[in-house]
Structure formats: C-alpha cells, structure tokens
C-alpha cells in the first residue's frame, strides 16, 4: 500500500451562500459517505471556507478572484 500523504484542494467559485452550502455539503459526503459512521473517519479531512473578500492578504485575495472574474 502507498504511504499516504497530506494534500491541499483548492476550489474558487462564485456562489450564493446557500450554494456554497450545497457545495460544501457535496464534497463532504464524497469525502464521507457515511456521516454517522463512529469514531474518525477512515480518511481524515478538515475544509475551511471563507469569502476572498475577508482574506487579509489582498494581492492574494486579487489573485483568487481573477480566476473566476468573468466580468
């Protein structure tokens, strides 16, 4: 078996709250599908949201937007 290692996702979109919701809701099940599973999952995970806006580095935050700035 190949030693697992740690990874980041990233994912940029444009979205209402409640579809950031569903989103975030969608990823988690597929990352867990059994989300009454005892104990930790088999594959641990942790997600973080937030709106590029409140993000304090604002080069960065600039450069986050303008990969989905269709405008």
Do not use: F, K, N, Y
């Not at 969608?26 to 590029?52: F, K, N």
């Amino acid at each position: 078996m190949d030693e697992r290692d740690v990874w980041q996702v990233q994912i940029v979109l444009r979205a209402t709250e409640a579809e950031l919701g569903q989103a975030t809701d969608a990823i988690a099940r597929a990352l867990c599908p059994d989300e009454s599973h005892e104990g930790p999952c088999a594959t641990p995970w942790t997600m973080v949201s937030s709106r590029v806006d409140d993000i304090e580095d604002q080069d960065r935050a600039a450069s986050l937007r303008a990969l989905i700035d269709d405008e």
